[in-house]
């Protein structure tokens, strides 16, 4: 029996959580050429229990229904995009969530998709642009559908269709002094306008020093 009636999936935020690896603005094309939206969220695992227990509890009756619909088949187990993991030695629940940026419908029609984008305050963003810059180590609350699916080539699981990403503090490409464990220290600061360069500007750097 390949053909099966699925449960219907079940929409999930995430606690505030940390975003590793995000995609959200312009399309991962490496292992697809049409492109998907990808992030990972980092909860802490304290935070954790409430969404953990809804995403096993719909897998176990994704798997009881498969299993009722075919008593005498034998199903594995897909890979599934969520669990416990240490990270830097602290334990963490981790999801990780996509979308298709585009595809063909069932009548050949085109379609485009992107995730919609929240502010801290739930206002949209409608500047994408300004996020280009969005590095792993953001907080944030990450909108799902678990979508529970069954391929004979892969097996029965639940899959995270990404829908929409609250961001509540943005870490922006290069980090921040605090990011790189520096913390503020009475010394030297840039010059201020207006004073005197203490070198000369012109100076050239030895050519084996130029670059590291």
């Not at 063909?104 to 994408?128: N, V």
Request: aromatic share 10%; glycine share 8%; net charge negative.
């Amino acid at each position: 029996m390949s053909n099966f009636n699925l449960i219907d999936k079940i929409r999930i935020t995430t606690p505030v959580c940390k975003f590793q690896y995000p995609k959200l603005i312009e399309p991962e094309t490496k292992f697809n050429p049409e492109g998907a939206y990808k992030i990972t969220g980092l909860i802490d695992a304290p935070d954790a229990d409430a969404l953990a227990t809804q995403l096993d509890e719909l897998l176990v009756r994704h798997k009881e229904s498969l299993k009722a619909q075919a008593p005498t088949q034998k199903f594995k187990l897909a890979d599934l995009p969520y669990g416990y993991e240490d990270f830097d030695g602290k334990p963490y629940f981790v999801v990780k969530s996509k979308m298709k940026a585009k595809g063909i419908d069932r009548d050949g029609r085109a379609w485009s998709a992107a995730p919609a984008l929240f502010d801290a305050k739930g206002g949209g963003i409608r500047d994408r642009d300004s996020l280009k810059s969005m590095w792993s180590g953001t907080l944030g609350r990450i909108s799902f559908d678990a979508c529970p699916f069954y391929q004979s080539a892969i097996g029965a699981g639940i899959t995270l269709r990404l829908r929409a990403v609250q961001i509540i503090d943005l870490v922006e490409g290069g980090g921040s002094a605090e990011s790189f464990g520096f913390a503020e220290q009475s010394g030297w600061t840039p010059t201020a306008a207006g004073e005197k360069v203490p070198w000369d500007s012109a100076t050239s750097i030895p050519a084996d020093e130029a670059d590291f």
